[in-house]
């Protein structure tokens, strides 16, 4: 196969990425696990993992049977979760492979407890998002009854907001801890361990926290970025004073302009949003976005970067707290968006 070098890449910092899994372990005043879904966070799933599990981290969590299967084998000591539960079609995965499903319902419940052979799994308890999980009445009537819970879970549906929501999750959750046994019990996911102690029960599920996201303000200057998205330039031009950039013509030269054109737009998540607040920088240099965003295409204002050139690379502007805020999108979009034609690489 020829070897062809993408013009996109994603430079991923594991310095980072473990720094921040033990600011999580140690301000949730419990053992962090790891949400791993959506590929970790669009990092790498198996990547993150791999790293993680280097550190210490046992337990993590995807979303689904497909993202379970494309971990094995797991690293030695490690435990991996369903989210989703198990469907019908999803029995012949969860006998074979080495991970336990997350149970979401009674009629989960019912399967497994008549198909599971007797192996433990997980539970979800809905404490007030009604979006996943065993209702708290429906457990506390029996319908856990006769199966084996290794982590009984539930998850906080406004904790990376002030909402009185969040304090009757935690009452309701340590209410059913005490009615239904389990070997372990996990409510916090990263905005919930920014609360404190009182949350992190035996285990914390983290998220965006570990991938550079900041939650909530008590986690400013103790998270790390992880992610830095980086495009190559494909072509320097010079844009005559008065002539326009792009789409639409929405940027106008206002003098004689270097202008970098780089490998990169809406179709690798890099969406429309960005134009007028975006930019990036090359050797420390400021490069503003100009122009809309065109689906593999950007341009940038070059002018205070005197030396770029065709094949230099720019790393883009994208703290994921500052970016969310001048785009609209959430933390969690800016991540999960970018697309597979990163080339990923860890430092």
């Not at 690293?75 to 019908?88: E, I, Q, R």
């Not at 046994?181 to 919930?192: C, D, E, H, I």
């Amino acid at each position: 196969m020829i070897d062809i070098a993408s013009p996109l890449r994603l430079r991923l910092d594991s310095a980072a990425l473990l720094h921040n899994w033990r600011w999580l372990a140690k301000a949730g005043g419990a053992e962090a696990g790891a949400a791993i879904k959506a590929d970790g966070y669009g990092l790498g799933a198996r990547e993150v993992m791999s790293h993680l599990a280097d550190a210490g981290c046992r337990f993590f969590f995807v979303a689904n049977w497909v993202e379970a299967a494309a971990l094995m084998p797991l690293p030695a000591g490690v435990s991996l979760s369903v989210l989703h539960g198990v469907g019908d079609a999803d029995m012949i995965a969860a006998r074979t492979l080495p991970v336990r499903p997350v149970l979401i319902s009674v009629e989960q419940v019912a399967r497994w407890r008549a198909a599971g052979e007797g192996r433990a799994c997980d539970v979800m308890i809905d404490t007030g998002m009604n979006r996943l999980g065993v209702r708290v009445e429906e457990a506390r009537g029996g319908a856990l009854n006769g199966i084996m819970v290794e982590t009984l879970l539930s998850h906080l549906a406004s904790a990376d907001e002030d909402s009185p929501q969040t304090e009757r999750q935690l009452e309701a959750f340590a209410a059913i801890r005490d009615a239904i046994p389990a070997r372990r019990y996990s409510l916090a996911n990263s905005a919930g361990i920014c609360l404190g102690s009182d949350y992190g029960f035996d285990l914390t599920r983290p998220g965006l926290a570990l991938y550079g996201g900041v939650p909530r303000a008590e986690a400013e200057g103790h998270i790390r970025q992880v992610a830095s998205p980086e495009a190559r330039v494909l072509q320097m031009r010079v844009v005559p004073a008065g002539e326009t950039v792009g789409y639409g013509a929405t940027w106008t030269a206002p003098r004689d302009c270097p202008v970098a054109v780089a490998n990169m737009g809406y179709a690798d998540g890099y969406l429309r949003c960005h134009a007028g607040a975006g930019g990036a920088r090359w050797q420390g240099h400021a490069l503003p976005l100009i122009g809309r965003v065109s689906m593999d295409l950007i341009a940038f204002d070059a002018s205070g970067a005197p030396g770029l050139a065709e094949g230099d690379w720019l790393t883009l502007d994208y703290d994921l707290p500052t970016t969310a805020a001048r785009s609209g999108l959430s933390q969690y979009e800016l991540l999960t968006g970018l697309g597979s034609r990163f080339e990923r690489y860890w430092t």
